[in-house]
């Protein structure tokens, strides 16, 4: 059965049974910054099941794309190692909230695996958690599965209570439930015992499906450490069956990697290896991580540094070294995507969309990886040589620090080579290094201590999109770290109010800047931040008199540079819009900053955006603003918002109602401030656009006034260019190319003049060579050198003579340059580097080269005749005859 039609069948078993085929969700996790990925299907629920939010159905069942290759949930070092392993896998579920329960849902199960993929029930083993007499009675009773098939399987040793396998927990207080998994028996040929067993090692019994009854809140005292399970007010059903393992038992390979999800890939990373053993593990890695480099990719994930894109990058690079032991030494991990969406589109659509931009990012990713790659692995495995028991972490910290080789490359070879590794000396050198930059480091974070009588359980009411001025009271006031009730004048300090109309800086926008004042005193707000959710808090410096816990000040904005940033942050919506228009709807914003001064806006692209497209994109933005559409905004559900066609962040965890911020064809979440009307903002212009990371760009721009002045200043500067040249406008290109052709032309013959005068000049010295024991010597001095090639020159005359040494110092920058060079006929007496190297050892430096011609910069300020003498002696002492 080919993966397609199981995936179908599962589908429409469940739509028959009144479940709602629900997509799969991206890879990187909406509402929920505690998980880097997406990891099983019931994570786009989970705020169903907490009860925040209610979908239009009590049933679902999806295919869900999941990554388990980063924080808690982590199968990366096993891939290549087992046949079950994988980054990225896909997982069949079905769901009820609150709808039907335990019977239902173990009912279908059995239907579907028995009847529907017509597995042989002899075959089926069955855990349940060990007091769930409940779901014990269902299995054995009323579906009739044989007692000794079916496990109870209690708490781990020494762990506290509901620790079990059979125990699903959402996290350690919360929702919670026994659970019950379905194992599979591959026969006697595979190694391994019933699931329970006190040594369940091997490959024979495989867990296939999980059926978690949620039905309990999990409480624990926190005095105590006593907990507590009190039965949910609607139980929920969660299932999840890993599409790859499926597929291995129904296609009779028991086998993920020999399964049609991953046959053609396997070939084709065989194809772009050159590796004959379709079995080989190395093949296996490459073609489960080019899976996970794509998805990933096609989600909004980008090579880098930290997070989600370091943990890509990992995957990157793991593969790319997994090609390196197969002898590839090019790059090629790019290839293998067309290989994969060919074998996959039919199940994910969004896989169609920028194949080329896909292949492009793995490309950049490994031309940039390879040297280090080669370099690292070398410096390995020559310590791995020496045959160690363990790796010294000191030293995997050097490889990593100095040479860029990541460590879980490191691990991964030393597993190989059977060496352990002391990961806590890397930490350590690792930790050394923080505590080094951060001593280095002259910024300094403003720490506060909220938990304080003052402001414990306050919340600060925003009300600046109407207000622009408001009569508060002060909740805190902070001096440093420290909570005061007074602050006097001169005094920096931080207030905090419980109603404000200063927008706090976040999504990117900057604080508000104003004052705060009363009758008698005057406190100048500088930025604006947010602690907590709700907590905003007013950074500044009171100007005159005194300001105490619980006075009523007037809080005001200053409105004119309030203007500027709403210019600005609409002006950013239209940019990122006009981004998706020009460069592709895969384009996702990766940060931005707002302020008063200018738009600074990062995004993924993995090149230069050429001048003809910032030009389409400036028409674009500035064709918005000429239309002067109203700014509309909206509070919606967040699942309405989307439908809507809302863009937002990945990384950001939503409130479960937003705003919906619409700006011409811009449609966004958003929280930041904004202009009425698209004709406020007055004009667009980017001044800048460059690469900050590994597919990352950063274009920075400006509106209304800063970007007339920016359009007046070039004007300027063109105008007096023309002025100068006195030329009409549209001559001015013609003249420029024209001249930078004359100049080439110009360099040109001066070279050759240059070359000329400094060959006669090396001629006209012949006459002052000396002999050594019928060697020709020549030493001198060379002026106005002009950054010739001397040793070209010279080789004009090493032609032309037979047993000549020549030995050249020119003085640039109170340092004497050396230049030695040696006839053919010489070379195997005279070598040129080797007398290099000797004059540096005197008068200090750095030099290289070859036997016939070498160079050296000397550091000591010894003059000629010292360097002759030495030259000379050298020579001498080096002649035989």
């Known amino acids: 059965m080919k993966s397609i039609e199981i995936c179908n069948k599962f589908l429409s078993f469940f739509k028959s049974k009144g479940h709602t085929i629900v997509p799969s969700s991206s890879l990187i996790p909406d509402n929920d910054s505690s998980l880097l990925f997406t990891n099983s299907g019931m994570v786009q629920f989970k705020d169903v099941f907490l009860g925040i939010e209610k979908r239009n159905y009590l049933r679902a069942t999806s295919i869900q794309r999941c990554l388990r290759a980063g924080g808690k949930h982590n199968d990366l070092e096993n891939v290549g190692y087992t046949n079950y392993h994988h980054t990225f896998f896909q997982m069949l579920g079905n769901w009820s909230f609150g709808d039907y329960f335990k019977y239902e849902s173990l009912q279908w199960t059995w239907e579907l695996l028995t009847q529907i993929y017509g597995l042989s029930i002899e075959r089926l083993w069955i855990t349940v958690y060990i007091t769930d007499d409940e779901t014990y009675n269902i299995w054995t009773n009323k579906i009739g599965v044989p007692k000794e098939r079916v496990i109870r399987i209690g708490d781990k040793k020494n762990s506290p209570l509901y620790t079990s396998d059979n125990f699903w927990q959402m996290s350690d207080t919360g929702p919670c439930g026994p659970c019950s998994e379905i194992f599979y028996d591959c026969g006697s040929t595979f190694h391994g015992n019933p699931p329970g067993s006190k040594e369940n090692f091997g490959n024979r019994y495989i867990e296939i499906w999980n059926n978690v009854f949620m039905q309990f809140n999990k409480e624990i005292n926190p005095k105590t450490g006593s907990i507590k399970l009190t039965k949910l007010p609607k139980y929920c059903v969660d299932t999840g069956m890993g599409l790859e393992r499926l597929a291995s038992i129904l296609q009779n390979v028991y086998n993920n990697y020999e399964t049609d999800l991953f046959k053609t890939l396997i070939k084709a990373a065989a194809r772009e290896t050159n590796c004959n053993n379709l079995k080989n593990n190395s093949l296996k890695v490459i073609a489960d991580h080019i899976r996970a480099c794509v998805f990933l990719i096609i989600d909004g994930v980008f090579p880098g540094n930290e997070g989600r894109g370091y943990v890509l990058r990992r995957i990157i690079r793991r593969a790319i070294r997994y090609g390196y032991k197969l002898g590839q030494n090019s790059i090629f991990l790019y290839k293998l995507v067309k290989d994969l969406i060919f074998n996959t589109y039919i199940i994910y659509k969004e896989l169609k969309i920028s194949v080329i931009k896909i292949e492009e990012i793995l490309k950049k990713e490994e031309e940039c990886f390879r040297k280090t790659l080669k370099y690292g692995i070398k410096i390995l495995e020559n310590i791995l040589l020496t045959k160690p028991d363990k790796l010294d972490g000191k030293l995997a910290f050097i490889l990593y620090d100095t040479y860029g080789f990541p460590i879980d490359l490191t691990i991964d070879i030393c597993k190989e080579h059977n060496v352990s590794f002391n990961k806590n000396d890397f930490i350590l050198e690792m930790e050394k290094q923080r505590n080094n930059a951060r001593l280095n480091s002259k910024f300094k974070d403003i720490k506060l201590n909220i938990n304080n009588n003052y402001i414990i359980d306050q919340e600060t009411k925003f009300i600046g999109y109407k207000l622009k001025t408001y009569t508060s009271k002060i909740i805190g006031l902070y001096i440093d770290t420290n909570s005061v009730k007074t602050i006097n004048i001169n005094q920096e300090a931080l207030i905090i109010l419980d109603i404000t109309p200063f927008y706090a800086e976040s999504g990117g926008q900057a604080g508000d800047i104003g004052t705060i004042k009363n009758d008698f005193a005057l406190f100048v707000v500088n930025n604006t931040k947010k602690i907590k959710k709700n907590i905003i808090c007013h950074y500044g410096i009171l100007k005159y008199g005194i300001l105490n816990i619980n006075n009523n000040v007037v809080a005001s904005i200053d409105t004119s540079y309030r203007k500027k940033i709403t210019r600005n942050h609409s002006g950013t919506h239209l940019l990122n819009r006009a981004l998706r228009e020009v460069l592709g709807e895969d384009i996702i914003q990766k940060g931005s900053f707002i302020n008063s001064k200018k738009i600074r806006f990062d995004f993924n692209y993995n090149k230069p955006i050429s001048h003809k497209n910032i030009q ?15 700014i509309k905004i909206k509070l919606m559900s967040f699942n309405d918002a989307i439908n809507f066609g809302a863009i937002r962040l990945f990384n950001k965890k939503y409130d479960k109602k937003v705003r919906v911020v619409s700006i011409g064809k811009s449609i966004e979440l958003c929280g930041g401030t904004h202009v009425k009307y698209t004709g406020d903002i007055g004009l667009f212009k980017i001044i800048s656009e460059n690469g900050i990371s590994s597919g990352v760009r950063r274009i920075e721009a400006v509106t209304g006034e800063k970007a007339l002045l920016v359009m007046q200043k070039l004007s300027n500067i063109f105008y007096e260019i023309t002025s100068e040249l006195k030329l009409p406008p549209g001559e001015i290109k013609k003249h420029i190319i024209d001249m930078k052709n004359n100049i080439k032309l110009f360099e040109s013959e001066l070279y050759k003049i240059r070359f000329q005068f400094m060959l006669n000049k090396i001629k006209s010295l ?50 004497n340059n050396l230049f030695a060079s040696v006839t053919p006929d010489l070379v195997n007496k005279i070598k040129a580097n080797e007398l290099i190297n000797f004059i540096i050892k005197q008068i200090g430096g750095k030099g290289g080269g070859n036997p016939n011609t070498a160079q050296g910069t000397g550091s000591k300020d010894k003059n000629f005749k010292y360097i002759t003498k030495n030259v000379i002696n050298w020579i001498k002492k080096n002649n035989f005859n």
């Open 616 to 630: 389409k994109i400036e028409k674009i933005v500035n064709k918005e603003i000429l239309e002067n559409n109203p």
């Open 766 to 815: 012949l006459p002052n060579v000396i002999n050594i024991n019928g060697i020709k010597v020549l030493i001198s001095t060379l002026d106005n050198v002009y950054n010739l090639p001397i040793n070209k020159i010279v080789n004009e005359l090493k032609n032309q003579l037979k047993y000549t040494i020549f030995f050249f110092i020119t003085i640039k920058e109170k340092k």
